[in-house]
């Protein structure tokens, strides 16, 4: 059967009709629901984005994602606490001492398995930076202050629940779970570190 053209009465576009019943081209209907599609998802897209970009974090707060700590004056075996992202932030000069005695200890004894290695930069090895937060319930540990207590093993003491952390902040004893964290950082020089 040969194809046929049907014009509507009320609409401008033509239908053709195949032999086998099935329509081809675009109707009037198929074009609105097209448009009618697209309208609302350039809609949907005026308003989500508003919304999205209202909740980036504002420019103070970017201002708050790094922090710089200056590290000239530090002496081996002192440490300095400094303040990251509104939570206590601990750096510490480690003697040589202190480096053979956390090398010293077995990966085995150790409740969270790290060695100081991982928990330090190549060719910083002597820098320990630590957050000051117990991983227990949040206490600020003892030990990064001049005189104060630094537990069993020579690190960190937390004084809430009785953690123990050595020298390179790893949980030794007490209820922590996990060793200090370890934020992301680099020394632009050897003299500054930029933490986050």
Do not use: W
Request: charged share 20%.
């Amino acid at each position: 059967m040969a194809d046929q053209a049907i014009a509507g009465n009320d609409s401008a576009a033509t239908v053709v009709t195949k032999g086998d019943g099935t329509d081809a081209g675009v109707r009037r209907r198929d074009f609105i629901n097209i448009a009618a599609i697209s309208a609302a998802g350039v809609g949907g897209v005026a308003v989500i984005v508003p919304l999205v970009s209202q909740m980036s974090a504002s420019k103070d707060v970017l201002a708050e994602s790094s922090t710089e700590v200056d590290v000239s004056a530090l002496e081996e075996g002192q440490a300095i606490k400094a303040v990251f992202r509104k939570q206590p932030l601990f750096v510490r000069k480690l003697t040589p001492q202190e480096i053979a005695q956390a090398n010293g200890v077995s990966l085995s004894a150790l409740r969270d398995p790290e060695t100081l290695a991982e928990r330090t930069l190549e060719g910083h090895t002597n820098m320990l930076v630590t957050m000051g937060v117990c991983t227990h319930l949040g206490c600020v540990p003892l030990g990064a202050g001049e005189g104060e207590n630094r537990g069993e093993y020579g690190g960190y003491f937390c004084p809430c629940h009785g953690s123990h952390y050595d020298t390179a902040g790893r949980i030794r004893k007490g209820p922590a779970p996990t060793n200090l964290v370890v934020p992301e950082y680099t020394f632009p020089s050897d003299t500054l570190i930029r933490i986050g």
